[in-house]
């Protein structure tokens, strides 16, 4: 973007144009979160209503009501913000910001597509999961500053809850990292291009497994039914947001339906291939090939072509687009999938919870690991590998810093002579390390 | 009346504590001291071939006429009965026993009359109690806490009381 | 299964020990299903003492019965327990009647059995519903509600009220069914019977749902008999107990000649009465009880509740039957001004929640010199405190929602 | 001066040190004992912060000490996270036996 | 258009100012702030500021860690802890004035130190060209990872006998690390653990727990009998139905 401006405005390495970039995406993630809300509350309302054998809205403008969320935003906002006596006034009035700006944040690393990231973060998984872990604070702070008992159980339910759910949610998380050897998201998600039997989900049982446990920690992560016990309405009143009214109970929602996105798209990119469709149609269509993707030149504009039609890719830009519808809709399917759960089961209890964290989640996503990692070491098939399409492997080729070593395209193919060099050879010099132990599987999935 | 085995064995136990036993009545009862009231209420629950092991309601029955000229005409001293309604879930029998109190403890208006509480001997006696407490104003002697069930704790007369007058105003609300 | 084995709870462990906090719950609380006030008092999550506080609906329904004609107070019945209004019409209507030892045509009879178990039916539909809405489960609520819908509609049709309905009165009912009542009637039981397996499956025999009531709030039958626990909850406990058997004469007689079963476990073999009510093809199985359940529990409470919906059906469609068989009278009601001799009755009747028990003592004039009326949920409540003892606050809606309380019989 | 000069390791040094001294003070006057743990968090920031800056490559490309920095920082991280569950531990313990988490209060081992 | 024309290369600067403010200006809320609750609060944003300074530095894997653990668990614990303890008394605790007045004096002394240090040196106070500094974020989470299983990779160059000559990387400490942390799960859970023996009579016993537990202990006669009656109910008192019993 900020290249674009650049060239719009015939600068050269403008602030102003970083700026507006920024600005841009910012903009375009804000819109995400917000009309995600929007949509993903019209949903949730249509979702059950049909469950539940009704029909949910109908009216508020046309069809479906599908206006109905704004409606309510407005009702909401004109409501009057109330702020009770006992309350921690202004811990009372920041928590819902704190939650809206983590799951917020939370955006800034996830990709919507190759190349299509509001900042690319080396380290996006755990950034992601970090970012999304702080807004448990908006929660605790809410239930503390309301100075309500029963949004203090509300908090101290959550405290207690997601903390514990992020050791076996960390746990899965890692499985996809070890299998691409990368924490970039982009690349985890571009490892996974191809033929749906390239996603990671089917790569081996372990991965299955490890995905249905990474859904259900995530659930309990952004507390959805049935682990929604923080505003669990038949015994805290609602929680933690007992006391709240108007526009700040409306930005606990926004941010709880936007990490519920987060958590979906991640699940997408982790195991479901995230932009990428069961099927390569760009690729097909030879508009973006798989080679191509990561490749920092590959660019939507290119100022070097010359004029400015000629520098518009619109061949990328469909591909792209192409990736972040295919993102988008895997992540409401996820959502959906999350509203189907809690609209159908009761709540658990809080010892139950735990239970179901420490005495299943963690054995079964350290089952699921550890199962990973014999897949791997011991070079079983996967789905892919049974099937013969290849997984590409594509190294972190956005650092610009890197691309002196990718030029070693052939280092790698020496490196595939000694798989495992970190158990021979100590004496390993750093280019090599980067260019060889990085992508083990990558290097083998190259092969195949 | 002597075919009864269940009057006799009460007769027997105690004595003069059974002052009468109606069997005209639509539900027949017997009527007992409030001093053995216990002590029948314990030897039921536990009498072979009966075991009265539920205790249904407690009511109390307020005999009042306020208007003169209706007491004049009635043959009844006013007072009240406090009734107990039993049931027995292993034999099925009922039985309704009946204790006559006056309405006021030593004639003085205001004090409360006296039972003996049966809460001992039927959990659920005790809401039963308190709520014939709070609304006809017995006092169930040894009561582990006997206080306003339905009311609220800081209302005023009893109002199942047949001389139960309804406050002016209750906390600033019109209450005739 | 009956009973597994109980830790010696003289010995209790608790982890880190917190401040007690004293906790207002309700009376505008969601799961305590009108105004029931809690009092808890808690240790974190563990609640260490409950308190009820009641009467916040109380309306003074004796007293106004001590001024009101035995007809008159009819409508009061109604706003007590209003989800089985028709419950509570017909016990007033039995006491009355058995003052004036007054007899029922046939048909009337066969019409109150009708009546009152299709009011069973929608009470017990409600208690499921929001026994789902206690545990975190809202779509079962709206389901259930679905079917109870339905039933109100037939009773609008019958009476013209759609909750409170004043129907049954002493003497029989204010008006016979309308013509192709039944039809509408069977049509429903039709549909609903195809309705109760997806409650099963939702929550019956749903993993979380049995983890959240397996095991929690367990009664046993001599503390449910000392409570005066009565109905669901005390044939929850295993007690072979219900007044449609074991009542008095006058109201047993009303289901003569009918073929149905009490819903109670043995408490030997902690088994159910077998389902032998055949009609859609095997879907109206019992499932199975889980492996956690204890006798006593609450999802014993709640599975009586939908087992009895079964057998109510079945009543429904015995008595359906038998009534069309009979013609005649439906029971001419009393006059408004019906004197009341001088004594006094007293009669329970096998209303949804437990036994409901109405007392009147005449003084030869037409108002009543006394009413009570003995409530069900009143004593089925009174049993929350000991229950609620050292158990998680999340318990407490579960525990609560199994009593099946309805605040307007409680207050009066 | 900072805005058009440029960054270097004793700028972020100066961060940790500040970081370490409110800590450090922190941890002097509070008397809440939860209020000391604070204190101590932030110490250990300050550290890592020092940590950090030396290990960094974008910082000292030249004779950096390159990842033993990073290295110790995680695993000042990791001890701080156990550090923390156990003083919780005990200020729990200590609050269950004396009912007050004022670490003044905590002198029964005064001679 | 000028203004904006003007390159600006000092993107690193800028989020430094902005990051170490927070910081500081956060650990100056921590100190100040009389309620614990606040305290914490502030210590969540000065820790997340700081994690925002390692990502500047480069440290993007310890500063993603930094957030994740550091806030994200081990605030979250000790705001668990404020809010176990949370009473209206010790919500607000006031510092003693002598206890300000010397902290203030060895803690200004020790920053006056510390700053002097850090300054002092030449060599640390080296400007680097930070101009792609974003750019060089290069890939340490793979060697931090494999210094962590005793591979060295941060001194370039150095020949195997180096390596290997007592430069074995963190395995050992990683080790150590791993189980001190298991020590100290285990020991954490046992001392927050109390076991007491309370009597039945104890108001936190369930009485209908232990109604069960008796009936266990002493089968009740209640139980022998058969609740199967079928028969109607009636009055004990109707010498009719008395006969029948007899039957």
């Known amino acids: 973007?900020?290249?674009?401006?650049?060239?719009?405005?015939?600068?050269?390495?403008?602030?102003?144009?970083?700026?507006?970039?920024?600005?841009?995406?910012?903009?375009?993630?804000?819109?995400?979160?917000?009309?995600?809300?929007?949509?993903?509350?019209?949903?949730?309302?249509?979702?059950?209503?049909?469950?539940?054998?009704?029909?949910?809205?109908?009216?508020?403008?046309?069809?479906?009501?599908?206006?109905?969320?704004?409606?309510?935003?407005?009702?909401?906002?004109?409501?009057?913000?109330?702020?009770?006596?006992?309350?921690?006034?202004?811990?009372?009035?920041?928590?819902?910001?704190?939650?809206?700006?983590?799951?917020?944040?939370?955006?800034?690393?996830?990709?919507?597509?190759?190349?299509?990231?509001?900042?690319?973060?080396?380290?996006?998984?755990?950034?992601?999961?970090?970012?999304?872990?702080?807004?448990?604070?908006?929660?605790?702070?809410?239930?503390?500053?309301?100075?309500?008992?029963?949004?203090?159980?509300?908090?101290?339910?959550?405290?207690?809850?997601?903390?514990?759910?992020?050791?076996?949610?960390?746990?899965?998380?890692?499985?996809?990292?070890?299998?691409?050897?990368?924490?970039?998201?982009?690349?985890?998600?571009?490892?996974?291009?191809?033929?749906?039997?390239?996603?990671?989900?089917?790569?081996?049982?372990?991965?299955?497994?490890?995905?249905?446990?990474?859904?259900?920690?995530?659930?309990?992560?952004?507390?959805?039914?049935?682990?929604?016990?923080?505003?669990?309405?038949?015994?805290?009143?609602?929680?933690?947001?007992?006391?709240?009214?108007?526009?700040?109970?409306?930005?606990?929602?926004?941010?709880?339906?936007?990490?519920?996105?987060?958590?979906?798209?991640?699940?997408?990119?982790?195991?479901?291939?995230?932009?990428?469709?069961?099927?390569?149609?760009a690729d097909i269509l030879s508009f973006l090939s798989i080679d191509q993707l990561g490749n920092p030149d590959v660019q939507a504009f290119d100022e070097t072509a010359g004029g400015f039609f000629s520098s518009v890719n619109l061949q990328v830009i469909i591909a792209r687009l192409l990736g972040v519808g295919n993102l988008l809709f895997k992540g409401i399917i996820g959502v959906t999938v999350m509203m189907w759960i809690r609209w159908t089961f009761p709540r658990l209890r809080i010892d139950q919870v735990m239970t179901m964290c420490l005495k299943y989640c963690v054995p079964l996503a350290a089952v699921g690991f550890l199962g990973a990692t014999a897949w791997q070491a011991l070079d079983l098939p996967t789905a892919n590998s049974l099937l013969g399409s290849p997984r590409y492997h594509h190294h972190e080729l956005w650092t610009h810093g890197l691309e002196h070593q990718q030029g070693s395209e052939n280092a790698s193919s020496e490196a595939s002579d000694d798989e495992t060099p970190h158990a021979e050879d100590k004496t390993v010099k750093a280019d090599e390390v980067f260019a060889n132990t990085v992508p083990v599987s990558v290097v083998k999935g190259g092969e195949r | 009346m002597s075919e009864i085995p269940l009057v006799t064995e009460l007769r027997s136990r105690f004595g003069e504590g059974i002052i009468d036993v109606n069997l005209e009545a639509i539900d027949e009862w017997v009527e007992v001291t409030p001093?053995?009231?216990?002590?029948?209420?314990?030897?039921?629950?536990?009498?072979?071939?009966?075991?009265?092991?539920?205790?249904?309601?407690?009511?109390?029955?307020?005999?009042?006429?306020?208007?003169?000229?209706?007491?004049?005409?009635?043959?009844?001293?006013?007072?009240?009965?406090?009734?107990?309604?039993?049931?027995?879930?292993?034999?099925?029998?009922?039985?309704?026993?009946?204790?006559?109190?006056?309405?006021w403890k030593n004639g003085v208006e205001g004090e409360l009359p006296g039972v003996p509480s049966v809460s001992g001997v039927w959990s659920t006696a005790d809401w039963h109690e308190r709520e014939a407490y709070d609304l006809s104003g017995v006092n169930f002697l040894g009561h582990p806490q006997l206080k306003r069930i339905l009311c609220p704790d800081d209302w005023e007369g009893h109002p199942l009381r047949k001389d139960y007058e309804q406050p002016l105003e209750y906390h600033g609300i019109r209450g005739r | 299964m009956a009973t597994s084995k109980i830790d010696d709870p003289r010995v209790i462990e608790f982890d880190v020990r917190t401040d007690e906090m004293l906790i207002n719950m309700g009376p505008q609380h969601p799961s305590t299903h009108g105004?029931?006030?809690?009092?808890?008092?808690?240790?974190?999550?563990?609640?260490?003492?409950?308190?009820?506080?009641?009467?916040?609906?109380?309306?003074?329904?004796?007293?106004?019965?001590?001024?009101?004609?035995?007809?008159?107070?009819?409508?009061?019945?109604?706003?007590?327990?209003?989800?089985?209004?028709?419950?509570?019409?017909?016990?007033?209507?039995?006491?009355?009647?058995?003052?004036?030892?007054?007899?029922?045509?046939?048909?009337?009879?066969?019409?109150?059995?009708?009546?009152?178990?299709?009011?069973?039916?929608?009470?017990?539909?409600?208690?499921?519903?929001?026994?789902?809405?206690?545990?975190?489960?809202?779509?079962?609520?709206?389901?259930?509600?679905?079917?109870?819908?339905?039933?109100?509609?037939?009773?609008?049709?019958?009476?013209?009220?759609?909750?409170?309905?004043?129907?049954?009165?002493?003497?029989?009912?204010?008006?016979?069914?309308?013509?192709?009542?039944?039809?509408?009637?069977?049509?429903?039981?039709?549909?609903?019977?195809?309705?109760?397996?997806?409650?099963?499956?939702?929550?019956?025999?749903?993993?979380?749902?049995?983890?959240?009531?397996?095991?929690?709030?367990?009664?046993?039958?001599?503390?449910?008999?000392?409570?005066?626990?009565?109905?669901?909850?005390?044939?929850?406990?295993?007690?072979?107990?219900?007044?449609?058997?074991?009542?008095?004469?006058?109201?047993?007689?009303?289901?003569?000649?009918?073929?149905?079963?009490?819903?109670?476990?043995?408490?030997?073999?902690?088994?159910?009465?077998?389902?032998?009510?055949?009609?859609?093809?095997?879907?109206?199985?019992?499932?199975?009880?889980?492996?956690?359940?204890?006798?006593?529990?609450?999802?014993?409470?709640?599975?009586?509740?939908?087992?009895?919906?079964?057998?109510?059906?079945?009543?429904?469609?015995?008595?359906?039957?038998?009534?069309?068989?009979?013609?005649?009278?439906?029971?001419?009601?009393?006059?408004?001004?019906?004197?009341?001799?001088?004594?006094?009755?007293?009669?329970?009747?096998?209303?949804?929640?437990?036994?409901?028990?109405?007392?009147?003592?005449?003084?030869?004039?037409?108002?009543?010199?006394?009413?009570?009326?003995?409530?069900?949920?009143?004593c089925n409540l009174s049993v929350t405190a000991p229950l609620c003892q050292g158990i998680l606050l999340a318990d407490i809606p579960a525990i609560v929602g199994s009593l099946d309380v309805v605040m307007g019989e409680i207050d009066r | 001066m900072l805005l058009i000069g440029t960054v270097s390791v004793s700028w972020y040094l100066a961060v940790g040190a500040v970081l370490f001294v409110l800590g450090a003070v922190c941890m002097a006057t509070k008397r809440n004992l939860l209020g000391v743990l604070m204190g101590v968090e932030l110490v250990l920031n300050g550290a890592n912060m020092n940590f950090i800056a030396f290990g960094s490559k974008v910082l000292r490309p030249e004779g950096s000490l390159g990842l033993d920095g990073q290295l110790i920082a995680l695993f000042v991280i990791v001890l701080a996270a156990a550090e923390a569950a156990v003083a919780l531990a005990i200020a729990l313990n200590f609050y269950n036996n004396h009912n007050t988490v004022d670490v003044d209060r905590a002198n029964e081992l005064n001679g | 258009m000028d203004l904006i024309a003007v390159a600006w290369p000092y993107w690193h600067q800028f989020f430094f100012i902005i990051f170490a403010a927070a910081a500081i200006g956060f650990g100056f809320g921590v100190l100040l702030s009389k309620n614990v609750v606040r305290m914490a609060f502030y210590l969540v944003l000065s820790l997340g500021s700081t994690a925002g300074l390692f990502f500047l530095a480069g440290a993007e894997f310890v500063g993603a860690m930094q957030l994740m653990i550091y806030v994200g668990g081990t605030l979250v614990l000790l705001i668990f802890g404020v809010m176990l303890t949370a009473q209206k008394d010790f919500i607000n605790m006031d510092t003693h004035t002598q206890d300000w007045i010397l902290a203030t004096i060895v803690g200004g002394s020790l920053l006056?130190?510390?700053?002097?240090?850090?300054?002092?040196?030449?060599?640390?106070?080296?400007?680097?060209?930070?101009?792609?500094?974003?750019?060089?974020?290069?890939?340490?989470?793979?060697?931090?990872?494999?210094?962590?299983?005793?591979?060295?990779?941060?001194?370039?160059?150095?020949?195997?006998?180096?390596?290997?000559?007592?430069?074995?990387?963190?395995?050992?400490?990683?080790?150590?690390?791993?189980?001190?942390?298991?020590?100290?799960?285990?020991?954490?859970?046992?001392?927050?653990?109390?076991?007491?023996?309370?009597?039945?009579?104890?108001?936190?016993?369930?009485?209908?727990?232990?109604?069960?537990?008796?009936?266990?202990?002493?089968?009740?006669?209640?139980?022998?009998?058969?609740?199967?009656?079928?028969?109607?109910?009636k009055s004990a008192l109707n010498p009719l139905e008395q006969s029948d019993e007899n039957e």
């Open chain 1, 1 to 281: 973007m900020a290249e674009f401006v650049d060239y719009i405005l015939n600068l050269d390495d403008s602030w102003f144009s970083y700026l507006v970039g920024a600005l841009v995406a910012a903009v375009l993630i804000l819109h995400v979160v917000a009309v995600g809300a929007l949509l993903f509350i019209w949903m949730e309302r249509k979702i059950s209503g049909r469950i539940q054998d009704r029909l949910g809205p109908t009216r508020v403008g046309g069809k479906f009501g599908w206006l109905q969320t704004l409606a309510d935003g407005i009702k909401l906002i004109a409501k009057e913000d109330l702020t009770p006596d006992l309350a921690d006034k202004f811990l009372f009035k920041i928590a819902p910001y704190v939650g809206l700006a983590a799951s917020y944040a939370a955006f800034i690393a996830l990709p919507f597509a190759d190349g299509v990231v509001g900042q690319h973060v080396n380290t996006a998984v755990f950034f992601v999961l970090a970012v999304l872990g702080l807004e448990v604070f908006s929660v605790i702070l809410a239930g503390y500053a309301s100075g309500s008992k029963w949004s203090l159980f509300g908090a101290m339910r959550e405290a207690a809850q997601v903390v514990s759910y992020e050791v076996p949610l960390g746990m899965c998380v890692v499985v996809p990292v070890l299998i691409c050897g990368t924490m970039n998201l982009t690349t985890i998600a571009n490892m996974q291009a191809g033929y749906f039997t390239n996603w990671l989900v089917f790569n081996d049982p372990f991965t299955f497994l490890t995905a249905i446990i990474y859904f259900t920690c995530a659930t309990a992560g952004v507390n959805r039914a049935p682990f929604d016990l923080a505003e669990a309405e038949s015994e805290l009143v609602a929680g933690f947001h007992t006391e709240y009214s108007g526009l700040r109970w409306s930005l606990f929602f926004m941010a709880e339906y936007s990490s519920m996105f987060v958590v979906s798209a991640l699940a997408s990119i982790l195991f479901f291939g995230g932009p990428h469709g069961p099927i390569p149609i």
């Open chain 2, 35 to 103: 001093d053995v009231l216990v002590g029948v209420c314990e030897f039921l629950k536990e009498a072979e071939g009966f075991r009265f092991d539920m205790c249904n309601s407690i009511t109390v029955v307020d005999y009042l006429h306020t208007d003169p000229k209706k007491a004049a005409k009635v043959d009844w001293e006013p007072h009240m009965e406090v009734v107990y309604h039993l049931s027995s879930i292993a034999t099925k029998m009922t039985l309704v026993l009946k204790v006559k109190i006056p309405r």
């Open chain 3, 35 to 378: 105004v029931l006030r809690l009092v808890l008092r808690t240790d974190g999550e563990v609640v260490s003492d409950v308190e009820p506080h009641l009467g916040y609906l109380h309306r003074c329904a004796e007293k106004i019965g001590e001024n009101l004609t035995a007809r008159q107070w009819v409508p009061y019945t109604d706003r007590m327990d209003y989800l089985a209004a028709m419950n509570m019409n017909l016990g007033w209507s039995l006491v009355i009647e058995k003052m004036l030892d007054h007899d029922l045509p046939e048909r009337a009879r066969h019409l109150r059995v009708i009546i009152s178990e299709m009011g069973r039916i929608a009470s017990h539909l409600v208690a499921m519903g929001t026994y789902g809405l206690d545990l975190g489960s809202f779509t079962p609520f709206l389901y259930g509600f679905r079917e109870r819908e339905k039933i109100l509609n037939l009773f609008e049709e019958a009476c013209g009220a759609r909750l409170t309905y004043s129907y049954l009165t002493p003497g029989g009912a204010t008006a016979d069914l309308p013509a192709g009542w039944t039809d509408k009637c069977l049509q429903f039981l039709a549909e609903f019977k195809e309705v109760i397996p997806e409650l099963h499956t939702l929550l019956t025999t749903n993993t979380i749902f049995v983890s959240r009531t397996a095991g929690i709030g367990v009664m046993p039958a001599r503390m449910a008999i000392d409570y005066g626990c009565t109905g669901p909850v005390l044939r929850g406990s295993g007690v072979y107990h219900d007044l449609r058997f074991h009542g008095e004469e006058r109201y047993t007689e009303m289901y003569d000649g009918y073929v149905f079963d009490v819903i109670c476990a043995d408490p030997e073999t902690g088994l159910y009465p077998e389902s032998n009510y055949e009609f859609h093809g095997d879907s109206l199985d019992y499932p199975e009880i889980p492996r956690q359940a204890v006798l006593g529990d609450c999802w014993h409470r709640f599975y009586v509740r939908m087992l009895e919906v079964v057998q109510s059906v079945r009543l429904v469609e015995q008595a359906i039957e038998k009534y069309e068989a009979t013609s005649g009278d439906w029971g001419t009601p009393i006059k408004l001004t019906q004197k009341l001799p001088a004594k006094e009755a007293y009669m329970e009747t096998e209303a949804p929640r437990g036994q409901m028990g109405f007392y009147v003592v005449g003084n030869g004039d037409a108002i009543p010199w006394r009413v009570r009326a003995r409530s069900s949920s009143f």
């Open chain 5, 112 to 233: 006056m130190i510390l700053l002097f240090g850090a300054f002092g040196a030449e060599d640390w106070n080296t400007p680097q060209n930070l101009e792609d500094a974003q750019i060089q974020a290069t890939k340490e989470a793979t060697p931090i990872g494999l210094a962590l299983t005793g591979i060295r990779v941060d001194s370039l160059g150095d020949s195997k006998d180096a390596v290997e000559e007592g430069k074995s990387g963190y395995l050992m400490p990683f080790i150590i690390v791993s189980i001190h942390l298991l020590v100290v799960l285990i020991g954490a859970a046992y001392m927050a653990r109390t076991k007491k023996l309370s009597h039945a009579t104890d108001d936190k016993s369930s009485r209908a727990k232990l109604m069960l537990f008796k009936m266990e202990q002493e089968p009740e006669r209640l139980e022998e009998e058969t609740y199967v009656v079928t028969h109607r109910g």
